[in-house]
């Protein structure tokens, strides 16, 4: 059924203007930009632009046209990269931009706006612009990396060299390592070398692109690696929009600065360095402990620092009695720690007495498929695909390997309404401290499931680390599904002379409010 309704008196463009809200874009604001992810690795991927809510002014039926690195300032902007029709102006409205436009539009700091189109003959009304940054090229080109083997490794990096490579007491206070050079080297990119394990963070500020990059080591910092025989330094770099590099290839370390440690663990489960997870077989790793002068029932405390392919830290301890003087005692490390590390490391060591007497380090690689973050589930679906729009919606995340206080969880709950248009609910949770190993439940706004009706959303969250780089998870799809299953019936506004103004739920056909 039509519905004709006149139209309202001229509004106040200038009011509106002021009031218009700059647009969003979430992805860059959580990264500092779009990044090679965002555009490059899908070609068929969008990023979500949100608009809105507007306080006044904008009404039902309005068109809204997006404009991406035009000039701000030109009355004609030229073709805007996507457009839409303002549903409800109370809510915030997605607007989705190809990839293929933001590649084409290139790499700096782009000018975003949009513009609100009311009535024919009326000049459109320009929002506030945001500049977002964009940068395509990651360090190292971590894309062009050719190896399929080693994923988490970019062979296009060279491994760091240290000098000394020998280091004792005499020498601990002059070690230095340098870092070639990167492609891509820009100021603001992040360096993170990881000193068995111990990461040293430097921003790059030098100015130099082909410059290489010194750092001085601090005695503190060695001593935090530890002694051992083969310990390892690799480096990885994230860029201004959080492009990482993959790690480079490791150089190994000799480290005797305190030769009164005790013996390193012998990690039973490992050969040449590496624990293959296939050949675990779900078991767990086996740690064996003894030295001379661990005395009887000395209390005994294993460290196992594992290290995620990204560097993000995933610890597990245990403690036991000596099993005697010159005896072996014997630890087990739960095979989910030593899961959750695939394509990582882990630098093991214990702890002897209530004086703590340290022991040397050994460092393992673990070699298997990584382990990804669960999908999330919306709890009212029951195990289904299809969600009630009259309803509440719960979405719930399991935990995660490694959850902790400090983390930060960005759900993601991108609908399609039944003719088509997206919306977007982002949701951020900060993880304190109680709700380390427990899921995460995110209540969902009724409004933001009703709207749904007839539709479709897509669910997924990341997760971003109090230490090391971020985790995607799987998306899930739920149809949203009413009694009725019928389409929102269309609304046609028109002067008494039939001349066509604007229509609601149209953004399936942009020429209605871009020409």
């Not at 309005?62 to 000039?71: A, C, E, P, R, Y």
């Not at 080297?185 to 790059?204: A, F, S």
């Not at 003719?419 to 951020?428: A, F, Q």
Request: aromatic share 6%; glycine share 10%; net charge negative.
């Amino acid at each position: 059924m039509l519905k004709e309704v006149k139209v309202q008196a001229e509004r106040n463009l200038d009011a509106m203007a002021a009031a218009l809200p700059p647009p969003r874009i979430y992805r860059a604001e959580q990264n500092g930009g779009i990044g090679y992810n965002d555009v490059k690795r899908d070609p068929d991927s969008r990023v979500d632009v949100v608009i809105g809510p507007f306080l006044s002014g904008v009404e039902p039926g309005d068109g809204i046209v997006l404009f991406w690195n035009q000039d701000p300032d030109d009355g004609d902007p030229g073709e805007p990269v996507a457009t839409g029709v303002v549903d409800d102006p109370g809510r915030t409205q997605v607007l989705w931009v190809d990839a293929q436009d933001i590649e084409q539009a290139g790499d700096g700091l782009i000018p975003v706006f949009y513009q609100i189109l009311t009535q024919p003959g009326d000049d459109a009304t320009a929002s506030p612009v945001l500049m977002v940054r964009v940068k395509l090229a990651t360090p190292g080109e971590a894309h062009l990396d050719p190896e399929p083997g080693t994923p988490y490794i970019n062979d296009r990096l060279r491994p760091p060299t240290i000098e000394p490579s020998l280091i004792g007491e005499d020498e601990a206070d002059n070690v230095v390592v340098t870092i070639e050079a990167w492609d891509n080297k820009e100021d603001g990119d992040q360096l993170t070398l990881r000193w068995n394990g111990q990461p040293i963070v430097r921003t790059i500020d030098d100015g130099d692109p082909s410059a290489p990059v010194v750092i001085e080591m601090a005695r503190a910092d060695l001593e935090a690696g530890g002694d051992g025989d083969a310990l390892p330094v690799n480096y990885s770099i994230r860029d201004v929009v959080n492009n990482w590099s993959l790690n480079s290839p490791s150089a190994q370390v000799e480290v005797e600065l305190d030769p009164s440690l005790l013996s390193a663990p012998d990690i039973r489960d490992a050969l040449d360095g590496e624990i293959d997870l296939d050949d675990l077989g779900r078991g767990d790793v086996a740690v064996w402990v003894q030295d001379r002068a661990i005395g009887e029932s000395d209390a005994i405390t294993l460290t196992w620092a594992g290290y995620t392919p990204e560097g993000n830290l995933v610890p597990y301890s245990d403690s036991k009695l000596s099993a005697g003087v010159g005896k072996t005692t014997r630890f087990s490390v739960p095979y989910a720690a030593v899961e959750a590390i695939a394509m990582g490391y882990a630098v093991v060591s214990y702890t002897v007495g209530e004086d703590a007497r340290r022991s040397r380090r050994a460092t393992v690689r673990v070699v298997g498929e990584v382990k990804a973050l669960d999908a999330p589930v919306v709890v009212e679906a029951n195990g289904g695909g299809t969600l009630d729009p009259v309803q509440t919606a719960t979405v719930r995340i399991e935990p995660y390997t490694p959850m902790n206080a400090g983390d930060m969880v960005e759900l993601r709950w991108l609908g399609t309404k039944a003719n088509g248009d997206p919306t977007l609910y982002p949701r951020t949770i900060p993880i304190t401290g109680p709700a380390v190993g427990n899921p995460v439940l995110i209540p969902i706004p009724e409004a933001e499931v009703e709207v749904l009706d007839g539709g479709r959303v897509e669910v997924s969250y990341q997760v971003y680390p109090i230490e090391g780089g971020p985790l995607q998870s799987p998306a899930m799809t739920y149809r949203v599904e009413g009694a009725s299953g019928l389409l929102p019936v269309p609304e046609v506004l028109h002067e008494d002379s039939g001349v066509l103004l604007r229509f609601k739920e149209s953004s399936q056909h942009p020429s209605l409010c871009c020409g």
